[in-house]
């Protein structure tokens, strides 16, 4: 999953819960949700991307 953020997300706990909320929000087409979702998050203000895992 790739996300734009476009400021805000400068801290380690804003960015883990974006890329948590972002993961729990990826399901599987019956609803189950999947145990490790990869996120990509494009920091615009920042003009750099990092890439986190949330296991759920």
């Not at 790739?2 to 706990?13: C, D, K, M, V, Y």
């Not at 819960?17 to 599987?28: P, S």
């Not at 189950?32 to 920042?46: F, I, N, Q, S, Y």
Request: glycine share 10%; with cysteine; charged share 25%.
């Amino acid at each position: 999953m790739r996300l734009r953020a476009f400021g805000g997300w400068e801290s380690r706990g804003a960015l883990r819960q974006l890329v948590c909320t972002a993961a729990d929000a990826a399901g599987t087409a019956d609803g189950t949700p999947l145990p490790r979702v990869r996120v990509t998050v494009e920091r615009l203000a920042r003009g750099d991307t990092v890439t986190r895992t949330c296991a759920l």
